[in-house]
């Protein structure tokens, strides 16, 4: 027949803090084993963030020369009254969206999100030149209307003026 060992409190707990010990060099032990091949996410972070610097550089410089195109496209169509526009100020005008839309899609290897703006403006151009074409073909109608209605009434002046003649000269010769 066995004895069973028992073991006092105190060596309980050595053998205790020797399996945590041994548990936390085994963790460490295979951490470096299955992590040595790894490369640290943190090693390019200031890569990352110095061409981040770079691209937002590169698109606050190439903005900087789209500011006159955008501002004479919208001032072109920001002085379009309610008459028709000119055919070369509407060819200039369309000219001017397109190079809008097209001004970060020529090549630039740009990854900056503003970008994606430029298409937005022109959608925004593109619209608002329609609403100004609009404005001027609903104005001609409005004149072109005025003036048949002008006429209408001149004529229908003359008709009354006639037909009261005629009635007059029937009156007349009833009498």
Known sequence: MQGQITLSKKERHYQFLYLILMLVVAIIFLGIIFLKGFESPFSDEDIISVQNLEEKAKFDQKQKYSFKTLDSTFSM????????????VENNIIYGINDVVNYFQNGDNITDIRKDAYP????????????????????????????QFDECSIGFKEKRSQLFQRETALKSRTQ
């Open 77 to 88: 169509i920001n002085r379009l009254t309610d008459e028709p526009p000119q055919p070369f």
């Open 120 to 147: 937005q403006i022109a959608k925004f151009y593109k619209m608002y030149f329609n609403d100004k074409k609009i404005i001027s073909s609903k104005t001609e109608n409005i004149k072109s209307f005025k003036k």
